[in-house]
Nanobody, 125 residues
């Protein structure tokens, strides 16, 4: 089964920036839709951003539009989430998730197959 590993989380002050990275273990991310999700303890996991398998299409939650950017780097086999202008309400565990695109499957992040263990982002003064 595909294993995904997130990195780049940490403590940052409001208005600061972090860049998260999602990397596979022993697999290529070609033909995979990749999404970033976040979850606060006691609340539902929510989709933050999604990028298509080709990288040609992206979408963002309304709460992060204009502040976060998702991207793919094929040479490094990595998907990034650049987070700028961070707010305390962005504090959460951030998860990377993937879906293998095959005929009959939609290129979106509504149902994902594989999940990382998460990386903690804390935004606090």
């Amino acid at each position: 089964q595909l294993q995904l590993v997130e990195s780049g989380g940490g403590l940052v002050q409001p208005g600061g920036s972090l860049r998260l990275a999602c990397s596979p273990k022993g697999f290529t991310l070609d033909y995979y839709t990749i999404g970033w999700f976040r979850q606060v303890s006691g609340k539902e996991r929510e989709e933050v951003s999604c990028i298509s398998s080709s990288g040609g299409h992206t979408n963002y939650a309304d709460s992060v539009k204009g502040r976060f950017t998702i991207s793919r780097d094929d040479a490094k086999n990595t998907v990034y989430l650049q987070m700028n202008s961070l707010k305390p309400e962005d504090t959460a565990v951030y998860y990377c998730a993937g879906k293998r695109i095959v005929p009959g499957r939609s290129d979106d992040c509504y149902v994902m197959d594989y999940w990382g263990k998460g990386t903690l982002v804390t935004v606090s003064p």
